[in-house]
Nanobody, 121 residues
């Protein structure tokens, strides 16, 4: 079964940077579209960024130009480099796979524990 282990979350000051990592197992990572989601307090989980098997990327409008998603197929890992962080970026960040690049819904029902990012001075 698919497993996801997210890490790298922290308390960060506004304008700061942080890099999140997600190590996966249980499915063919190299052929999968991967995504980062976040869940802000009191809100539903939302798709933030996605990366295709070829490396093509797309982002939620609110993070474009500030976040960069990347992948390492040799390590079955996906990363999220975040910069110019804002308080509204606060939330628990999760990774998952997508059925296709045009999808937003996660492919797997299982989720990792997530990693908490708090942007606050």
């Amino acid at each position: 079964q698919a497993q996801f282990v997210e890490s790298g979350g922290a308390l960060v000051e506004p304008g700061g940077s942080q890099r999140l990592s997600c190590v996966t197992s249980g499915f063919v990572f190299s052929q999968s579209v991967m995504a980062w989601y976040r869940q802000a307090p009191g809100k539903q989980r939302e798709l933030v960024a996605k990366i295709g098997a070829s490396g093509v990327q797309d982002y939620q409008d609110s993070v474009k130009g500030r976040f960069t998603i990347s992948r390492d197929n040799a390590k079955n890992a996906v990363y999220l480099q975040m910069s110019s962080l804002k308080p509204e970026d606060t939330g628990v960040y999760y990774c998952n796979a997508l059925w296709s690049y045009v999808d937003a819904a996660p492919r797997f029902h299982t989720w990792g524990q997530g990693t908490q990012v708090t942007v606050d001075s």
